[in-house]
Nanobody
Framework: VQLQASGGGLVQAGGSLRLSCAAS????????LGWFRQSPGKAREFVAA???????YYADSVKGRFTISRDNAKNTVYLQMDRLKPEDTAVYYC???????????????????WGQGTEVTVSS
């Protein structure tokens, strides 16, 4: 599976962005898909995930502001980010793992495939 993230950019605090991650390869619909982010000097952190069955999960810091969704027909996962804050500034990565893979879906080590990252900057 190859992942290509896009949609990052510069936005003012309170604004919105939608990130996209297009995947190539078979059986996209059977994968758990996740978004992570990494700020300079910080570890990569979980943002959101979508299981193949439709369940979604969010970090507490983005709950109520971000929405993960997927379009299996287009092999694409999205991250709609609303009410952005300066602390959301980071490089955002999409990731995928087989639905049967063990390990917490909030653990970046449990993901098998990664996109190249797209940079989001939120100005105050």
């Amino acid at each position: 599976v190859q992942l290509q993230a896009s949609g990052g950019g510069l936005v003012q605090a309170g604004g919105s962005l939608r990130l996209s991650c297009a995947a190539s390869g078979r059986t996209f619909s059977s994968y758990t898909l996740g978004w992570f982010r990494q700020s300079p000097g910080k570890a990569r952190e979980f943002v959101a995930a979508s299981r193949s069955g439709g369940s979604t999960y969010y970090a507490d810091s983005v709950k109520g502001r971000f929405t993960i969704s997927r379009d299996n027909a287009k092999n694409t996962v999205y991250l709609q980010m609303d009410r952005l804050k300066p602390e959301d500034t980071a490089v955002y990565y999409c990731a995928a793992r087989n639905a049967l893979r063990v390990g917490s879906l909030m653990d970046s080590e449990s993901y098998e495939y990664w996109g190249q990252g797209t940079e989001v900057t939120v100005s105050s």
